[in-house]
């Protein structure tokens, strides 16, 4: 299939399924974006790199490259993480 076919589908996928706001919008305007989106998504969701990379086919020096943006401003969530950890071996939970 050429890539202007494969395009006009897209676009006329876009047309169906979105409203005319979202049609006009950016959001997935390319099949790109949705690969795109999904990797975001799990990143920001706290799946580890290395398993993000796994599944995308990337280093994890290009998907941190490209997607850091995505794991920044998770401290408070990582910390309380670690807090958990920390508690669960000190109270020996973790031998």
């Known amino acids: 299939m050429s ?7 897209w676009r006329d996928a876009r047309e169906y399924a979105l409203s005319p706001a979202q049609v006009a ?3 997935a ?6 690969r ?8 920001s969701g706290g799946v580890p790199a290395t398993e993000v990379t796994e599944r995308a086919g990337h280093s994890v020096e290009v998907l941190l490259t490209i ?3 995505c794991i920044d401003g998770q401290r408070e969530l990582i910390n309380a993480r670690i807090e958990g950890l920390l508690n669960l071996a000190e109270h020996g939970s973790c031998r």
Request: proline share 7%.
């Open 3 to 9: 890539s202007s076919t494969y395009y006009r589908v």
């Open 25 to 27: 919008s950016p959001l």
């Open 29 to 34: 305007g390319r099949p790109y974006d949705l």
């Open 36 to 43: 795109h989106a999904a990797l975001s998504l799990w990143l």
């Open 67 to 69: 997607y850091a943006k």
